[in-house]
């Protein structure tokens, strides 16, 4: 009879062992995130006691689009670092931050790397220039800089010409039609033509047909899925896993991401067989292939080229004009400064364009007020850790500076939520202006290696409008600055009425 008592005894002893166990592991993981959120190495710097103990209210602006709202409101109120969440340190202290998180190292000093959650890899599995070690990333680049030098662009203003002459005659069209339009639909169209040209020696023919091509209609859904993945694969080893290894291997995605990497490849392909009629990007990096790029690298570089030199360059075009158009006085500034110096779009040189002041500077302030990566470029503290703000951080933790928080900031720029190109021609009201907090391009070792080409893009097109032009914000766009943001922004059609020019 005791026999039997201890053997029935037995499941229950072992389930309350079980039980235990459990209980042990729970008080051990609740502590741990106690002890990491209030009196652990990132407990001194300023935050929300919410974010330094779970990564939910993170994931939320990821996933809602709140990041231009979040982030600035948080910095306005704990400072220039904030603890956004247990690991991640967001910084916000102009030159000073950026050049701790993303400028050049001294020989033997430690070096963020990029945190690749953040950046995915070409469907290749190859790294482009934006995925690879820094030894790649230098080799990468290398022969690619040639490409974007400017005497390599210099080259290519019968190209770029050529684009902007044919958005003139779209626009001309509906403007006679009397039609309105949304110009950033037309930004974009162009800009990928261009790109299309310099990259393949093709253009998309998008501007042709004034739409977006299918293959550029997934590009622009595929970024705010991503993102909204980027936040589901934050919260948990299980949770990465299942993004990673379920949904992201499933077939219908697979397919879809092989269709829009296949896109490229097969262009790039045709581009490497052939000697185009003129030179682009292409012709400067097979000039300069002693290092040898792979037909891989060709690859997934051509896949990069199409979204950072298209989406990005429309995104500040688009901004800059709705800003103009929101402040008159600015948009008729800049109309009789382009329209003094240039009689015909012949004149729209890249040369003549440079020395255009307050072009620049409508440009300057387009950027600083929309920068067209809102977001931080997040990055890993190296092993030993580094010194952040004059604080040690140790080595993984995750921190970035936020363009919108740096750019907005009452700390860094006089009125910071309005639209004042006079802040970069030295204008004394502006100036205790910190102009050395914008940095939109990124500096450093991996700053944008395609800046020269924006800005001449941005300067050419933007002229060509206001030129040929006189433009009216529709009422359905006047508040098209209040969007979402999904690592890029949610735009909305910018409706513009447009007439030709009067003089």
């Known amino acids: 009879m005791d026999t039997l008592v201890r053997a029935t005894a037995k499941p229950s002893e072992a389930l309350t062992i079980s039980l235990c166990f459990a209980g042990l592991a729970i008080l051990y993981y609740l502590g741990q995130t106690i002890y990491t959120a209030y009196f652990g190495p990132l407990s001194k710097f300023p935050g929300p006691p919410l974010r330094a103990l779970s990564k939910l ?3 939320k602006t990821i996933m809602t689009g709140t990041d231009n709202i979040d982030y600035p409101a948080l910095h306005e109120k ?4 904030v603890r956004i969440a247990p690991n991640d340190l967001s910084l916000a202290d102009g030159a000073k931050s950026f050049q701790e998180i993303y400028g050049f190292k001294k020989h033997g000093q430690g070096k963020p790397s990029k945190d690749m959650l ?3 890899k070409p469907m290749n599995g190859i790294p482009s220039i934006i995925t690879a070690d820094d030894a790649n990333h230098s080799r990468q680049r290398k022969i690619l800089s040639h490409a974007f030098s400017d005497k390599a662009l210099k080259e290519q203003e019968p190209l770029l010409k050529s684009w902007t002459a044919k958005l003139r005659a779209k626009l001309m069209e509906r403007a006679e039609a009397g039609d309105k339009v949304d110009l950033l639909k037309y930004y974009n169209c162009t800009t990928f033509d261009i790109m299309g040209d310099l990259t393949f020696g093709e253009g998309l023919d998008m501007l042709e047909d004034s739409e977006y091509s299918p293959w550029v209609k997934t590009i622009f859904g595929s970024i705010k899925t991503a993102t909204i993945f980027r936040g589901i694969r934050m919260y948990s080893a299980l949770t990465r896993y299942l993004v990673e290894e379920v949904l992201f291997k499933s077939k219908a995605v697979r397919r879809m991401a092989h269709e829009h990497f296949r896109y490229s490849a097969e262009r790039v392909d045709r581009r490497l067989k052939r000697t185009p009629d003129h030179p682009d990007i292409w012709s400067k990096i097979l000039e300069k292939s002693e290092d040898g790029l792979s037909i891989g690298e060709h690859h997934a570089n051509a896949s990069v080229f199409m979204l950072a030199g298209t989406e990005t360059t429309a995104t500040a075009l688009s901004g800059t004009t ?9 948009m008729e500034k800049l109309t009789t400064e382009i329209r003094a110096a240039f009689s015909s779009f012949d004149d729209l040189t890249m040369e003549a ?5 307050y072009l620049a500077a409508v440009l300057h302030e387009g950027l600083r007020m929309y920068p067209p990566v809102p977001v931080a470029l997040l990055r890993l503290v190296p092993p030993g850790g580094m010194a952040v703000n004059g604080q040690w951080v140790p080595e993984g933790t995750q921190v970035g500076v936020h363009p919108m928080s740096v750019y907005r900031s009452k700390t860094h720029f006089k009125h910071p939520n309005e639209f004042h190109p006079e802040r970069w021609l030295g204008d004394p009201e502006f100036k205790d202006d910190h102009l050395d907090a914008f940095e939109v391009f990124s500096l450093g070792p991996r700053n944008c290696l395609g800046k020269n080409l924006a800005w001449h893009e941005m300067r050419l097109l933007l002229a060509a409008v206001v030129l040929h032009f006189d433009l009216q914000l529709c009422e359905e766009s006047q508040d098209w600055s209040d969007q979402k943001v999904y690592t890029l922004w949610e735009k909305k059609p910018l409706w513009c009425k ?5 003089s």
């Open 353 to 357: 364009l440079a020395r255009q002041k």
């Open 322 to 330: 709705y800003y103009l158009l929101r402040n008159p006085h600015a």
């Open 498 to 502: 447009i007439t030709p020019a009067k």
């Open 78 to 81: 704990y400072g220039p670092v």
């Open 57 to 59: 209210p993170q994931i």
């Open 118 to 120: 953040f950046y995915s």
